[in-house]
């Protein structure tokens, strides 16, 4: 059966469409509940097509989360570059990931649960991306708490963080009343320890 033109050349424009797709279907349905046929429908291609760039469902998870990931690294590293203090660099980085669950369309992080479709070298690699990803929150925890405005940046912090903003995805609504700029506030708020007011300065 020939190829239809929609599927031929731009291979890397296919490719990042494919993984876009399959990123989102796998968070709305679950791995096993979608199919390639799902994930070709959604980009407009034939069942058969998204092998042209990749050997099994598995292989398309698995660069969905670690392009994913990496992806969403890069793009911290950059909202928060030339910024020094810690709290506004903390607030930089929660919105910036809830833009990327709430305003765009990558959704890598929530896929975390899913690896367990993939195998034990997979798994790694997904892992050492999400460590990659995990860096720059946590010297920022641990400047907050350096600077006595964190009470602990033990490890745990930071993934009770990550499972608060991705739970965001569940329940946010774009046509709400809260902005992602609240909700980013509102999530620091949550961790930052304010100084009590003085009597002179009420």
């Known amino acids: 059966m020939p190829r239809r033109k929609s599927d031929v050349g731009l291979e890397p424009?296919?490719?990042?469409?494919?993984?876009?797709?399959?990123?989102?279907?796998?968070?709305?349905?679950?791995?096993?509940a979608t199919t390639t046929r799902d994930i070709a429908e959604a980009v407009g291609m034939r069942s058969g097509s998204p092998f042209y760039h990749f050997r099994s469902k598995q292989e398309l998870l698995k660069a969905a989360m670690i392009e994913g990931l990496d992806a969403g690294h890069a793009q911290l590293l950059s909202a928060i570059d030339g910024i020094n203090d810690p709290e506004a660099k903390l607030r930089v980085l929660v919105r910036t990931h809830l833009g990327t669950l709430l305003e765009g369309d990558c959704r890598s992080p929530l896929l975390v649960s899913e690896a367990?479709?993939?195998?034990?070298k997979a798994r790694a690699e997904i892992a050492a991306a999400f460590d990659r990803y995990q860096v720059p929150w946590q010297e920022t925890l641990e400047a907050l708490q350096q600077a006595d405005k964190l009470a602990s940046a033990a490890p745990p912090v930071r993934l009770l963080l990550f499972g608060m903003l991705n739970w965001s995805s569940h329940w946010y609504r774009p046509d709400g009343e809260l902005s992602v700029d609240e909700l980013a506030d509102a999530a620091v708020a949550m961790l930052i320890a304010r100084p009590k007011k003085t009597k002179a300065q009420q």
């Open 13 to 32: 424009n296919r490719r990042a469409e494919l993984l876009r797709a399959a990123a989102k279907l796998f968070v709305e349905k679950g791995f096993d």
């Open 116 to 120: 367990r479709a993939l195998d034990d």
